[in-house]
């Protein structure tokens, strides 16, 4: 997925982030990965991904709305040998990746879904045992990120894809400015994929280390003391400085570490100690909680 994934990676904007120090990484092997390009000569046609897998690729018909390489814009039937399993609609499809985990084979799809921030998906597809049939195991919610070369770990003998939670980007700060983007890991099994995040609860405690130096970074460069966390009215209220939404991300980053008590705490304590009013601690809690209700964390 080199070539186009490149492409993608030059369209979104790339966080930081530290390392993942899996207890074990050989867990996996992956056995083939390449880019899907749909060109005249052979598309229709069907492309041989390993192991009795085929995917059926074909021109995209609808119209292309948003920006991304034209040659991966395409339709994708997921053949278990002539059997069909499951349609792809019309999207950029970057890339693929066949693991092997034991006897289990996986199957990725990396999908690009368009747009100037956003967002790349991955689809995921599980053969338990050679001879079980294949299924469609599902897809992930959906990451600013692009394409990433290298998505796979291991924690305790576990299959993990990390991905990127970016629901509270535009939490009260523009895109550009926007700190608020955590790692999130989808656990993959022969019969399931799911976020679990509880086994990498250390990464979390340890950034949460990082952004306290953050905070008092950029308090050391305030000139005055603000008002209060947030500037403005009802849905047009955006952080007052840096040091809100390093907060709301340290915040963040204890409630994945599912350190709940913590989490509200210190954010009451520093936001009373930072600003002269507390007023927007009112609004910041319920709508951080809605947010994570709207999936799993």
């Not at 209060?228 to 849905?235: Q, R, T, V, Y």
């Not at 991300?249 to 954010?267: E, F, G, H, P, S």
């Amino acid at each position: 997925m080199k070539r186009f994934a490149a492409f993608v990676l030059g369209m979104v904007l790339l966080h930081a982030a530290a390392p993942v120090s899996g207890d074990d990484k050989g867990c996996f092997t992956i056995l083939s990965e390449d880019d899907l390009v749909c060109r005249a000569e052979y598309c229709p046609g069907a492309f041989d991904a390993g192991d009795g897998v085929r995917f059926r690729m074909a021109p995209g018909l609808s119209e292309r709305k948003l920006m991304g390489p034209p040659v991966t814009w395409m339709s994708i039937t997921v053949l278990d040998t002539d059997a069909p399993v499951r349609d792809l609609p019309d999207s950029f499809y970057i890339g693929y990746a066949l693991l092997a985990q034991g006897d289990a084979r996986y199957w990725m799809i990396g999908e690009y879904t368009g747009g100037m921030h956003c967002c790349a998906r991955y689809h995921f597809f599980s053969r338990p045992a050679p001879d079980q049939a294949l299924r469609y195991l599902g897809a992930t919610a959906g990451s600013a990120e692009g394409i990433d070369e290298e998505p796979f770990l291991c924690r305790n003998g576990a299959l993990y894809l990390e991905d990127w939670d970016t629901r509270f980007l535009y939490f009260h700060t523009p895109y550009a400015q926007s700190q608020l983007i955590l790692p999130t890991h989808y656990r993959l099994t022969p019969s399931s994929m799911s976020v679990d995040n509880l086994p990498f609860r250390s990464r979390y405690l340890e950034e949460v280390k990082a952004v306290d130096a953050d905070i008092n970074e950029a308090v050391s460069k305030r000139t005055s003391r603000p008002t209060a966390l947030l500037l403005g009215k009802d849905k047009g209220e955006f952080f007052s400085d840096e040091v809100g939404q390093l907060l709301v991300k340290r915040t963040l980053l204890y409630l994945y570490a599912r350190q709940d008590k913590t989490a509200w705490q210190t954010m009451e304590r520093d936001v009373r100690k930072l600003y002269r009013q507390d007023g927007g601690l009112k609004r910041i809690r319920p709508e951080i909680l809605k947010i994570l209700t709207e999936g799993p964390y």
